[in-house]
């Protein structure tokens, strides 16, 4: 399995930004993928998660209404649409896949956590987003 994530760069507050996952290697069709960051000195932090149920989409609170999830399964390739950048955003970000099909990334089922890091197995090398005027 391998996740090569990529988009990042410079960008002024209130701009935005699209990250891409592509994904590869996977030998069923039930997976989520899940986008993290870490900024300096700060643990990783869970964003965003979408499986393959149709309509599944799960934020955090500190990007929901800004950050937008979603997949293109003719190319294995999951975004991250990034509006409305604040500084506080600056940090290297992270795709990663789940291979068990054990999280569900759906309010309904909040209380699982679906963006506990240790759901994920695999992870893309990450890429740095830098929100600064």
């Known amino acids: 399995v391998q996740l090569v994530d990529s988009g990042g760069g410079l960008v002024q507050p209130g701009g935005s930004l699209r990250l891409s996952c592509a994904v590869s290697g996977f030998t069923h069709d039930y997976y989520a993928i899940g986008w993290f960051r870490q900024a300096p000195g700060k643990e990783r932090e869970g964003l965003s998660c979408i499986s393959n149920m149709p309509g599944d989409s799960f934020y955090s609170d500190s990007v929901k209404g800004r950050f937008t999830i979603s997949k293109d399964t003719a190319t294995n390739t999951v975004y991250l649409q990034m509006d409305s950048l604040i500084v506080e955003d600056t940090a290297v970000y992270y795709c990663?896949?789940?291979?068990?099909?054990?999280?569900?990334?759906?309010?309904?089922?909040?209380?699982?956590?679906?963006?506990?890091?240790?759901?994920?197995?695999?992870w893309g090398q990450g890429t740095q987003v830098t929100v600064s005027s």
């Open positions: 990663a896949a789940d291979r068990s099909g054990a999280v569900y990334c759906n309010e309904r089922y909040s209380y699982l956590k679906p963006l506990d890091i240790l759901k994920y197995d695999f």
